[in-house]
């Protein structure tokens, strides 16, 4: 299976900031690398797919970058319901697995 | 508006078999495939496996192998997951989610939307 592999797991921020999230594969995946949120309590949501294309209303201070094994997505100008959970997921090969997840608390 | 509503939430003794039901609306239910996730507490997302809406094939996470049924009743547009032989560490949140794909080269592949999950609880 290709391992997914998020940094950091855990970041502090305080509302206005700029925040990137790195995600790494274990083998190349192209561009098929998506991004979710989730927050306490609810299902996952999708922010971004192909790597960097932005799922349909979803604010466009997200962006996904990256290609090959590294992986990127910034929150510019982070909001208050942006802090949350972010996962990773490669769509390349079956199983298609997901990063550990990073936690993005207010600091 | 798309939705995914999923069973309650089950509580079962180790060994038994759990059946969590995904009903679609919205959109045609053939058109998608249906991909089951799930996440133990406090803990990461885990792909299950996948069923095709049109022709009920499946793949499935190997793990997984021998004790996972993916099924769906086109129907009444709803997907089930059946585990069998039950262990503690199944106690999670089950998703299921719809499979979206580019058009026309149908070759990347996301989640969304999300079904609200279903809590199963494995404890003796």
């Known amino acids: 299976d290709i391992q997914m592999t998020q940094s950091p797991s855990s970041l502090s921020a305080s509302v206005g900031d700029r925040v990137t999230i790195t995600c790494r594969a274990s083998?190349?995946?192209?561009?098929?690398l998506n991004w979710y949120q989730q927050k306490p309590g609810e299902a996952p949501k999708l922010l971004v797919y192909?790597?960097?294309t932005l799922q349909s209303g979803v604010p466009s201070r997200f962006s996904g970058s990256g290609s090959g094994t590294d992986f990127t997505l910034t929150v510019n100008s982070l909001q208050p319901e942006d802090f949350a959970t972010y996962f990773c997921?490669?769509?390349?090969?079956?199983?298609?697995?997901f990063g550990q997840g990073t936690k993005l608390e207010i600091k | 508006q798309v939705h995914l509503v999923q069973s309650g939430p089950e509580v079962r003794e180790p060994g038994a078999s759990v059946k969590v039901s995904c009903k679609a609306s919205?959109?045609?239910?053939?058109?998608?495939?249906i991909v089951w996730v799930r996440q133990a507490p406090g803990q990461g997302l885990e792909w299950m496996g996948w069923?095709?809406?049109?022709?009920?094939?499946?793949n499935y996470k190997q793990k997984f192998q021998g004790r996972v049924t993916m099924t769906t009743d086109t129907s009444t547009s709803t997907a089930y997951m059946e585990l069998t032989s039950l262990r503690s560490d199944d106690t999670a949140i089950y998703y299921c989610?719809?499979?979206?794909?580019?058009?026309?080269?149908?070759?990347?592949?996301?989640?969304?939307?999300w079904g609200q999950g279903t809590l199963v609880t494995v404890s003796s």
């Open positions: 069923i095709s809406t049109y022709n009920g094939n499946t």
């Open positions: 083998q190349t995946i192209i561009n098929y």
């Open positions: 192909a790597a960097s």
């Open positions: 919205g959109y045609s239910f053939t058109n998608y495939e």
């Open positions: 989610a719809r499979e979206g794909v580019d058009a026309p080269m149908a070759t990347h592949k996301w989640l969304d939307p």
């Open positions: 997921q490669q769509s390349f090969i079956t199983p298609h697995t």
